[in-house]
């Protein structure tokens, strides 16, 4: 599948080269390409990157999210997979919440998008490693379109991760606070970032 990263941050770069090493076709849509490089990935401009994909991952803080999808152009069709986290600068609060969320409104600044939130609910670590002994970390997606569920279930499944869908594009609401939860655990209530949210099952 060729797929377009937007950002090279830590989980745009650790997504990308996992997705490379799968056999994806990987490229980076940054805003000055000259100035960064990547292995088994093409880099080039943002509109560059997203010509060709068939999913898009938006991997940039959530501030630069309009921005970015305004540079994106069209991507009216194409899968788009919003891992973005409204977070305050201190990463103590959400900015916006409950009443829409930040997969709803990048999906409002990118009409016709199939839009999935997913890949925001579990720190970084998770998802180069999601390997904890018998259990797999679970990464939670929400998104209305079935063929973009299958997406964003796929590329999940394929690092490592357990894939359950909460369910439509407006659950994203709850999605986001989970991350939240995450976010708090990990850096302000001493748990580091070595632990991930799952689900559990019965035998």
Do not use: Q
């Amino acid at each position: 599948m060729r797929v377009a990263v937007l950002g090279m941050g830590n989980v745009g770069s650790t997504l990308g080269r996992r997705w490379a090493d799968a056999g994806h076709e990987i490229t980076f849509g940054v805003r000055e390409p000259a100035k960064k490089k990547a292995e088994k990935a093409a880099v080039t401009t943002i509109p560059g990157a997203v010509a060709g994909a068939e999913a898009v991952l938006l991997a940039v803080p959530w501030a630069a999210a309009p921005e970015v999808l305004k540079a994106a152009g069209d991507l009216a069709g194409k899968v788009l997979l919003d891992c973005t986290n409204p977070v305050t600068p201190e990463l103590t609060h959400l900015t916006i919440g409950f009443a829409t969320s930040a997969g709803e409104e990048v999906a409002r600044m990118a009409p016709g998008a199939r839009v999935v939130k997913v890949f925001n609910t579990n720190g970084v670590g998770n998802m180069a490693d999601p390997d904890y002994g018998p259990l797999r970390a679970t990464m939670l997606y929400a998104g209305d379109h079935d063929d973009a569920n299958r997406v964003a279930a796929r590329l999940a499944e394929e690092i490592g991760m357990e894939p359950v869908w909460l369910g439509p594009l407006k659950e994203a609401r709850l999605l986001e606070p989970l991350a939240m939860t995450w976010i708090l655990l990990a850096r302000h209530r001493g748990l580091g970032r070595d632990f991930a949210l799952n689900t559990v099952r019965r035998p």
